[in-house]
């Protein structure tokens, strides 16, 4: 397949992260409502890890560390057809050695996961066991793992949900509509990867993180988040700069 795309100068379609100001508008929504802010906790550790999402949903109470604050990524959890079977739930580990690695737990992170925990008591833990793992930090109503299409079901109805309110409010007030677009789990992986990219210079520390086992893809991300942070540099610099 290598092979033909590339014959065929095939592209793969740009994934774009959201702006700093989309980001805020997403989560405030999702943290400000009644029907939606139960999926904060997992929201916050997909903005705040980069994690892929089959990494996020099947992480593990004893994968974080909150004493040292690290998580470790050492598994994925995959929902998919296997030969005739029909679909389920499996345990994979990293294709790479880049994807088995270690991320520093941010303090916004550490406060979400121990929300879903505090929560967890109270409506009880994750009961499922796939391949031996077990454990699983987030579920659904059922106690059982949630799959990446389903959390994309998720993003689709808060979208929804914060435009159609946004449309009200900006009728109300004769102003234009802040307005979120279709984004979905690897959009949410982006957008940390892009921040990261705004306040860090260091490319291999960037791979290491993000779990990239070609730096081509972190320089790819890199090179579009510090073009915006350029374009706004010149911006700032217009008139302040005498040129002749």
């Given at each position: ?14 994934r774009?992260?959201l ?39 099947g ?24 030969t ?63 799959s ?86 010149f ?10």
């Amino acid at each position: 397949m290598a092979e033909i795309k590339k014959s065929h100068a095939w592209e793969k379609p740009k994934r774009h992260a959201l702006t700093e100001r989309q980001q805020e508008l997403f989560v405030n929504f999702t943290a400000q409502s009644h029907q939606y802010s139960h999926w904060l906790p997992l929201i916050t550790t997909m903005l705040g890890t980069g994690c892929r999402i089959g990494e996020i949903l099947g992480l593990r109470w004893e994968d974080c560390d909150f004493e040292q604050n690290i998580i470790s990524v050492n598994h994925t959890l995959i929902y998919r057809k296997f030969t005739d079977e029909p679909c389920h739930y499996a345990v994979t580990t990293p294709k790479t050695k880049a994807g088995e690695r270690i991320i520093p737990m941010l303090a916004d992170v550490k406060d979400a996961l121990k929300t879903e925990y505090k929560q967890q008591i109270e409506d009880g833990f994750n009961e499922s066991v796939i391949d031996g793992y077990s454990g699983f930090i987030f579920k659904s109503r059922y106690n059982t793992v949630l799959s990446p299409h389903g959390v994309n079901r998720v993003l689709d109805r808060i979208i929804k949900a914060y435009n159609t309110q946004e449309e009200q409010t900006a009728k109300r007030e004769r102003r234009k509509p802040e307005l979120l677009p279709h984004f979905s789990c690897h959009n949410l992986r982006h957008t940390f990867c892009t921040r990261f990219c705004e306040n860090e210079t260091n490319l291999k520390v960037i791979q290491e993180i993000m779990g990239h086992a070609d730096i081509t893809t972190t320089m790819d991300i890199y090179n579009e988040a510090t073009k915006e942070k350029k374009m706004e540099s010149f911006a700032g610099l217009e008139g302040k700069i005498k040129i002749r």
